[in-house]
């Protein structure tokens, strides 16, 4: 494949048995995460190489399962994880850890 966009229909044929899948995020021009449905474990995401996938015209049996299980998953936060620089920290407001406590002496 080409252009592998987020939410296109894939067909995985690598190692194991062909898989139907969805593409959830492409981190990088060498990996692809995939929802794909995994016989024992159910719907998973899954990392690929994109030279493994191919584009599919028809939806599949799991596709709503996938889709489920994309719409549940936070999306990937690359900007933050890679920069350094911003730091969200926790909920606005709290921007100091708390003091110690005395133990009232």
């Known amino acids: 494949m080409d252009v ?4 296109e229909l894939v ?4 190692v194991g048995p062909v898989l139907d899948g ?4 492409t981190p990088s021009s060498s990996k692809v995460v995939v929802a794909v449905v995994d016989p024992k474990r159910g719907p998973v995401l ?8 191919t584009a599919r015209e028809q939806g599949g049996p799991h596709d709503q399962a996938l889709n489920q299980l994309i ?4 999306p990937p936060a690359h900007g933050a994880a890679r ?5 969200r920290g ?3 407001g709290f921007k100091r850890g708390a003091m110690h406590r005395t ?3």
């Not at 592998?4 to 939410?7: L, Y």
């Not at 969805?22 to 995020?25: A, G, K, L, M, S």
Request: hydrophobic share 35%.
């Open 4 to 7: 592998i966009t987020v939410g």
């Open 71 to 74: 719409r549940r998953t936070p």
């Open 46 to 53: 899954r990392t690929f190489s994109p030279k493994t996938l």
């Open 83 to 87: 920069a350094g620089a911003v730091s």
């Open 11 to 14: 067909t995985v044929a690598g």
């Open 22 to 25: 969805i593409v959830f995020d």
């Open 103 to 105: 133990t009232g002496k």
């Open 90 to 92: 926790g909920r606005s």
